[in-house]
T-cell receptor, first 116, second 117 residues
Framework: AQSVTQLGSHVSVSEGALVLLRCNYSSSVPPYLFWYVQYPNQGLQLLLKYTSAATLVKGINGFEAEFKKSETSFHLTKPSAHMSDAAEYFCAVSDRRGSTLGRLYFGRGTQLTVWP | DVKVTQSSRYLVKRTGEKVFLECVQDMDHENMFWYRQDPGLGLRLIYFSYDVKMKEKGDIPEGYSVSREKKERFSLILESASTNQTSMYLC????????????????FGAGTRLSVL
């Protein structure tokens, strides 16, 4: 089974600072990779997705993530944090083939706090 | 837009009660999923379904069952609720029979926060 590690359960940044949320996956075959965001008392919303095209993926709200096969990483970044970015962020992977096709494996989440 | 609707946002039940959590999606997705979310543990998969009347156990199926009689509806059943089932429950749907850009994207409902007293 796939596994996903998100380094840092809590990240705090000042408004305007760089946001970096880390995600590493375990798979010998590059999977599909996702970042989701969850605002308080809401479900998860897709930020961006990597399939197999460009390694730098742009998402909504100014976020982007870079797929690095050699590091098995898919870190999420945003150049300048905004107060509205405060939320919990989840990294997820899915297999490209096999009986588990369609299932997502989630990391434990990173809570982002943005200070004024 | 894809819409996944969970029947209740908040639910309070007593220990031993039979509890039904309902989820409906409007995108004709073949895949549906039930997760529970607890602080520090992320999302854990309880059950999922690839088609009507089909179900697969996830990582934590004990104490739960599911029903999928129609494609758009996926129900989670707690046969005899216990206090350790107090949690946030999230339903999601997806399709693998779609374009690469949309493949495997899961769409989530707003969640049901269940308290078992």
């Amino acid at each position: 089974a796939q596994s996903v590690t998100q380094l840092g359960s809590h990240v705090s940044v000042s408004e305007g600072a760089l946001v970096l949320l880390r995600c590493n996956y375990s798979s010998s075959v590059p999977p599909y990779l996702f970042w989701y965001v969850q605002y308080p008392n809401q479900g998860l919303q897709l930020l961006l997705k990597y399939t197999s095209a460009a390694t730098l993926v742009k998402g909504i709200n100014g976020f982007e993530a870079e797929f690095k096969k050699s590091e098995t990483s898919f870190h999420l970044t945003k150049p300048s944090a905004h107060m509205s970015d405060a939320a919990e962020y989840f990294c997820a992977v899915s297999d490209r083939r096999g009986s588990t096709l369609g299932r997502l494996y989630f990391g434990r989440g990173t809570q982002l706090t943005v200070w004024p | 837009d894809v819409k996944v609707t969970q029947s209740s946002r908040y639910l309070v039940k007593r220990t031993g009660e039979k509890v039904f959590l309902e989820c409906v999606q409007d995108m004709d997705h073949e895949n549906m999923f039930w997760y529970r979310q607890d602080p520090g543990l992320g999302l854990r998969l309880i059950y999922f379904s690839y088609d009507v009347k089909m179900k697969e156990k996830g990582d934590i199926p004990e104490g739960y069952s599911v029903s999928r009689e129609k494609k758009e509806r996926f129900s989670l059943i707690l046969e005899s609720a216990s206090t350790n089932q107090t949690s946030m429950y999230l339903c999601a749907s997806s399709s693998t029979r779609t374009s690469l850009g949309a493949k495997n994207i899961q769409y989530f409902g707003a969640g049901t926060r269940l308290s078992v007293l």
